[in-house]
């Protein structure tokens, strides 16, 4: 992270519950209802109408209709390429007029209501003002039929590679296909649809096969420097799932505040902050849009909202001094304390069964070991570590520790994908790091830095946050400037993990098992420096970049000005 010493802000009132309402089932004319009237005019003028009326209401799950009692729909064809954001990784071009959404088309699902695709094809169809329709039905003319290849029978199954995210679209004689190995797949293929649709008014003629380069594509925000509304943050969770994104880590505690509701610790919970029932209806979403949420509770330093309220555990220097923010690892009421708060919200973002079970534990930027001689200014430390180690014992040693033991804690609650940012990872003579633990690489500039080449060659896995194009840092302190899109797109690979140029390993280091994808981190430093408003608009091309560069691992065909141009097209 970027600013370690920001003064605590004045709290704001707390934000209210805002429920999430899982969609009903909606078919034929309910559907377009349900869609803006801007949106559903907009989706009747890009199709074409046969002028003959069905046999059977648009909605009907009754008998199977017959497909040649719905005429051809017409219009003009779709030409080009499929125009989305990540473009798609392969596309076989076809004679035909392509696919464009039309009056009586339907979403049709073979494998009924009750299937794990049901609710990927009901968002579909909301989104295209389509009707639904379930079991043997025939596929019409105008229709699109969403299919299960794989033998998955669970909803929104837990996804173990990139081939489980992958999907096919064909589109042919009018008719649209899209099949995936899991829901996963369908839902980035039901994604694709609707950019298409925004796009260029339809898919053209041909088949599509698109799977991700990189297994990990995401966003991490800073909701304790400046809180968010959950109304802001599940915007962002339907952007990013557009996108075809699926992390988002939250980062609720800091200095200048906590901001999620706690039951074993209430003193400490910021005035403007998330409630439980909040949290678990954010959760819930992003499990929908097949997103998984990484929650980062910040220690040992970053505490400072969390040590206000016990001040004998502050980190003092030999000089009696609190250093802000970083608590007192030698004190074993220390870690009672962080533990206690790991259990309660550990238990508050859960996850589905085989499903991986993300933690952050943070360990950046203590300030104890960003002194020049960390022994001889915190004695306390150097004396835990040699009780603890030996006589060779160092707080570097101490604090990996520190982190083992957190980690430990995490497990114990079912967490099995356990991470921590660079510099929270040290040459400990006498203690190593969790192997378990992936490596977060955002900085080459702190003291004691490692070269992400390091963590590789050791084994680790190395998440991309290069914080050279990857850090939107609020009012841009410490020499940061935000972001852009294009020197993301034109520049920046998952392979440049610091500073501008590509990690220098061999390519089996590389690869999506060793650097399994990135995330753009919006830190709020200056959490005034702008308005929640401000912050989507300025994220909003660094994000689709973003998605281009961690889906595809070819250079863009489009230039970018064509791809800001789609970008706000779709």
Not at 199 to 209: D, H, K, R, S, V
């Amino acid at each position: 992270m970027s600013n370690p010493m920001r003064p605590l802000r004045a709290p704001r009132p707390s934000a209210s519950p805002h429920p999430v309402t899982r969609p009903t089932r909606r078919t034929g004319p309910a559907a377009r209802s349900a869609l803006p009237a801007t949106a559903l005019a907009a989706a009747l003028l890009l199709a074409g109408c046969s002028g003959t009326a069905d046999t059977e209401p648009p909605g009907s799950t009754s008998a199977k209709v017959n497909p040649s009692a719905a005429a051809t729909p017409s219009w003009a064809p779709v030409t080009g390429t499929p125009q989305v954001i990540p473009a798609v990784r392969d596309f076989r071009r076809a004679d035909g007029r392509g696919w464009r959404p039309s009056k009586g088309a339907r979403v049709v699902v073979p494998a009924g209501e009750k299937s794990n695709v049901a609710d990927e094809a009901q968002r579909m169809a909301n989104d295209l003002g389509l009707g639904l329709v379930y079991g043997d039905q025939a596929v019409r003319p105008g229709d699109i039929e969403v299919k299960l290849t794989g033998n998955n029978s669970d909803n929104n199954v837990p996804v173990k590679s990139a081939d489980d995210e992958s999907y096919t679209l064909t589109a042919n004689g009018t008719r649209l296909t899209l099949t995936a190995p899991t829901d996963a797949g369908i839902f980035y293929g039901t994604r694709t649809v609707k950019q298409a649709v925004h796009a260029a008014g339809g898919l053209p003629e041909g088949t599509i096969q698109d799977r991700p380069g990189r297994p990990q594509r995401g966003m991490s925000l800073d909701n304790a420097r400046k809180p968010f509304t959950q109304n802001w943050i599940e915007a962002r969770l339907r952007e990013i799932a557009d996108l075809k994104l699926n992390q988002f880590q939250l980062h609720f505690s800091d200095d200048q505040g906590f901001r999620i509701q706690s039951t074993t610790h209430p003193e400490i919970v910021s005035a403007d902050h998330l409630t439980k029932a909040q949290i678990r209806q954010i959760v819930a979403l992003a499990r929908t849009l097949h997103i998984s949420v990484v929650p980062e509770l910040d220690s040992p330093g970053h505490l400072g909202a969390v040590l206000a309220h016990y001040p004998e555990l502050q980190l003092r220097n030999a000089q009696g001094r609190v250093i802000t923010g970083a608590i007192d690892i030698s004190n074993p009421k220390a870690a009672a304390l962080i533990d206690s708060l790991l259990r309660e919200f550990s238990e508050l973002f859960t996850n589905p069964k085989g499903a991986p079970a993300y933690w952050h534990l943070g360990g950046d930027e203590y300030q104890a070991l960003m002194s020049s001689d960390p022994a001889a200014r915190y004695p306390q430390l150097a004396r835990a570590a040699r009780q603890k180690y030996g006589p060779n014992g160092t707080i570097e040693d101490l604090t990996t520790g520190w982190l083992n033991d957190r980690q430990k804690t995490v497990e114990a609650q079912g967490k099995n994908r356990v991470e921590a940012w660079n510099d929270g990872f040290f040459t400990s003579p006498q203690a190593s790091a969790d192997k378990n633990r992936m490596v977060d690489y955002w900085t080459g500039k702190e003291a004691g830095h490692r070269p992400p080449e390091a963590f590789l060659r050791e084994g680790r896995n190395v998440m991309n946050f290069n914080d050279e194009y990857l850090y939107y840092v609020l009012g841009e302190p410490n020499q940061f400037v935000y972001p852009t899109g294009q020197r993301i797109y034109e520049s920046w690979t998952p392979l440049v993990i610091r500073g501008t140029r590509p990690v220098p390993v061999p390519a089996n280091m590389t690869g999506p098992d060793r650097i399994p994808g990135a995330r753009f981190a919006i830190w709020c430093d200056r959490a005034q420096a702008q308005t929640a408003a401000q912050v989507a608009a300025g994220i909003r091309l660094p994000l689709a970049a973003l998605a281009q560069k961690t889906w595809d691992p070819r250079t863009p065909v489009l230039s970018w000005t064509q791809f800001k141009a789609l970008a706000n097209r779709v």
